[in-house]
């Protein structure tokens, strides 16, 4: 990995940090619909649970039955209480896995499609790959039930996920997949960024996460990032998407 390629990776995680946790930025028009970008059943190609283990890095959620818990419990009923039928739509779309959801932050074009972007898709579909390699050792480590099975007065408004709670894989996929984008297109760091703490504060909009599980993601989702930064096969692979991706935006 380059010293330029550590800087830019640093840089990232500097400016991902400085965000605010799941304070979303509004968008105008919902990204065009595109195939749910979806990872083989295969080994991660970079980075597996023994050389990222999220359970050395994230600290626990608050404890079962803890005033921490409630107080998260009980934000959740107030976003729910408050939720527009706006919201709960954009979140139903953010339940979906799809690079192309980041396409208004990259300027919405009318030719960014799966189609038109063959190595851009297989690239997030490979981290995918290398996402769900961690998350699973991590989430059974904590084994943090979804909020819904202990407040019966939140009411989902999406498919109630049968996994464990902590971290939120929707939130790592998203600030993974918005780091990489912002390394392909530096110029849209900013929209990319305020794109992916959309896509996770609406997994609290939907009911299906603690706040704390979307902050977990927003963390391993940063660490992801970067150890794929260092991966010999990602950066070649992410060079060529790189190109497609940029003359698909009319970027050089």
């Not at 005033?67 to 979140?91: K, P, Y």
């Not at 059974?140 to 407040?151: K, L």
């Not at 959309?198 to 997994?203: H, I, K, M, V």
Request: proline share 9%.
């Amino acid at each position: 990995m380059t010293a330029t390629r550590y800087r830019s990776a640093a840089w990232a995680l500097l400016c991902l940090l400085a965000l605010p946790a799941g304070a979303p930025e509004a968008q105008g028009t919902h990204p065009p619909s595109a195939a749910v970008a979806t990872a083989p059943a295969d080994t991660a190609h970079c980075v597996d649970a023994d050389t990222l283990d999220l359970r050395r890095i994230l600290p626990p959620p608050p404890p079962a039955g803890s005033r921490e818990e409630r107080a998260e419990l009980d934000a959740l009923l107030r976003i729910q209480a408050h939720r527009t039928s706006q919201q709960a739509e954009r979140a139903r779309e953010d339940a979906k896995l799809n690079v192309l959801g980041f396409a208004a932050a990259l300027g919405h074009p009318s030719g960014l499609t799966a189609a038109s972007l063959p190595l851009t898709v297989a690239l997030f579909q490979h981290l995918a790959i290398d996402e769900f390699a961690i998350l699973g050792p991590a989430k059974r480590e904590f084994a943090r039930p979804r909020p819904f099975t202990i407040e019966p007065r939140l009411h989902p408004v999406t498919a109630r996920p049968h996994s464990l709670s902590y971290p939120s894989g929707h939130a790592t996929w998203a600030y993974t997949t918005a780091l990489v984008l912002a390394d392909m297109v530096p110029e849209r760091r900013r929209q990319l960024l305020a794109r992916a703490g959309e896509y996770a504060y609406d997994r609290n909009v939907a009911g299906v996460h603690y706040p704390s599980d979307v902050d977990a993601g927003r963390l391993a989702g940063t660490a992801l990032a970067v150890m794929l930064f260092s991966c010999r096969p990602f950066e070649k692979e992410e060079a060529a998407a790189r190109v497609e991706l940029r003359n698909a935006l009319g970027l050089r």
